[in-house]
């Protein structure tokens, strides 16, 4: 079984500051992970994933997100913050069940970049 | 540019109508997934779909039905509309294997009254 976390409902951050969304995960084997983005009223968007290989992922509009396998984690980071970046943010992991391919999605964390 | 439309943004139905919601991707994936999305639940599965005519539940699927016919297009059938069903349905698609990411519709806010 899989499952995903994140911890915090709400981040908020001022413009230019650093940013860090958390995601904590459970899988029985090796994780593939993903960050999505959702603008208001929108769908989902896919921001990067972790499937192997470097522990440090760089994805679309200058968001990263390191992968710890100890610590069984895959934060969302991001150097210096946009007001344009407040959105609600999804950590997801897939595993396979049954040779299914079912992805586990977090409940969602808001990003509020103040001015 | 890939996309996965849906049908419709925004729609009201009266409690005991049946629903349809459809949504069509460009990208030949195999897979298709359905999910709702309320506040506080974040993405919950309904059903998803690794072909044309075949199907899964997923964890939610009381009250819901599915139709793939054709490889682009995946239906959400809700056969007798209850207020509880009143949510955002966001549909997906993605390539057959796990390492790959999904691509998302707009999303339908479903009311019913």
């Known amino acids: 079984a899989q499952s995903v976390a994140q911890p915090e409902d709400q981040v908020n951050v001022a413009e230019g500051n650093p940013l860090t969304v958390k995601c904590t995960y459970s899988?029985?084997?090796?994780?593939?992970l993903f960050w999505y983005v959702q603008y208001p009223n929108r769908g989902l968007q896919f921001l990067l994933k972790y499937i192997t290989g470097d522990n440090l992922v760089k994805g679309s509009y200058g968001f990263e997100a390191e992968f710890n396998k100890s610590q069984t984690s895959f934060h969302l980071k991001k150097p210096s913050a946009l007001v344009s970046d407040s959105a609600l943010y999804f950590c997801?992991?897939?595993?396979?069940?049954?040779?299914?391919?079912?992805?586990?999605f977090g409940r969602g964390t808001s990003l509020i970049v103040h001015p | 540019d890939v996309k996965v439309t849906q049908s419709s943004r925004y729609l009201v139905k009266r409690t005991g109508e049946k629903v349809f919601l459809e949504c069509v991707q460009d990208m030949d994936h195999e897979n298709m997934f359905w999910y709702r999305q309320d506040p506080g639940l974040g993405l919950r599965l309904i059903y998803f779909s690794y072909d044309v005519k075949m199907k899964e539940k997923g964890d939610i699927p009381e009250g819901y039905s599915v139709s793939r016919e054709k490889k682009e297009r995946f239906s959400l059938i809700l056969e007798s509309a209850s207020t509880n069903q009143t949510s955002m349905y966001l549909c997906?698609?993605?390539?057959?294997?796990?390492?790959?990411?999904?691509?998302f519709g707009p999303g339908t806010r479903l009311t019913v009254l």
């Open positions: 899988v029985s084997g090796n994780p593939y």
């Open positions: 997801a992991v897939r595993d396979i069940i049954g040779g299914s391919y079912i992805p586990t």
């Open positions: 997906a698609s993605s390539e057959g294997v796990a390492v790959n990411e999904q691509f």
